[in-house]
């Protein structure tokens, strides 16, 4: 039986991780079914020239991304789909809910010496780690980005969610960059469930964001981040 919703990810987008800890909640009071997809920014961006375009470390964050689904991949092949849904949530955990650190920093998320704990935690055996370096899993995230831009188009990001699949609208977002309390995130989803029922509509956007209220922003739970202008879906620069 199909899910409720397709949720496309990578780890180290802290937006993403915010939507899917609301999808969460709303799929706990709904009992909504989500199957957890893979989505990689640094493949989107693979034509990218990141020094002339993103802040430092963009680089790195997004390599970092594109070895955790490896890893993810290799995890859904040989453990299920429902250890996908319990890695992303752990690793979500351990990048974006902590305060920032070199174990967190750009180049240290996608290596083993991260992951090790994460598997442990999990129950997982620890030879997954050799997924990290197994470029023969890029097929399977590249195969999913192009799902995923095939049903939305190119100019997005993550994440992508598809409503009622196989045959549902999908969109890039909803981008948020805070998590609503429990009694708003039902209210807020049913608006979210409202616009993508109608055939029509297809854009409603802003590219200003607060900076996400995450520990790994330095941003705390009731505070609001400064906002920043992620015009083209990052805060890319043109030098």
Not at 10 to 25: H, I, K, Q
Not at 147 to 168: K, M, S
Request: include cysteine.
């Amino acid at each position: 039986m199909p899910a409720d919703l397709r949720f496309w990810f990578d780890p180290v987008c802290p937006f993403a991780w915010l939507t899917s800890e609301w999808v969460r909640l709303v799929a706990e009071r709904r009992e909504y079914s989500v199957e957890w997809r893979f989505i990689s920014l640094r493949l989107l961006n693979a034509h990218v020239d990141y020094a002339a375009q993103f802040p430092p470390d963009y680089e790195a964050g997004h390599t970092d991304g594109l070895r955790l689904l490896r890893l993810a991949a290799r995890v859904r092949d040989e453990h299920g789909p429902d250890a996908v849904d319990r890695l992303y949530l752990a690793l979500g955990r351990r990048i974006h809910d902590a305060p920032p650190s070199a174990e967190t920093a750009a180049g240290a998320r996608g290596t083993a010496g991260f992951v090790a704990p994460v598997l442990t935690e999990l129950g997982l055996p620890a030879e997954l780690t050799g997924a990290l370096d197994d470029e023969g899993w890029d097929a399977v995230v590249q195969a999913e980005t192009d799902e995923a831009l095939e049903l939305t188009g190119r100019d997005v990001g993550t994440p992508i969610l598809q409503f009622r699949p196989p045959e549902g609208t999908a969109f890039f977002g909803p981008v948020i960059s805070r998590l609503p309390e429990p009694d708003e995130a039902v209210e807020l989803w049913d608006h979210v469930i409202a616009l993508a029922g109608f055939p029509g509509f297809a854009e409603l956007k802003r590219s200003l964001r607060e900076r996400p209220q995450l520990a790994s922003f330095g941003v705390r739970r009731g505070e609001a981040g400064q906002e920043e202008d992620w015009h083209g879906g990052s805060r890319r620069q043109h030098r």
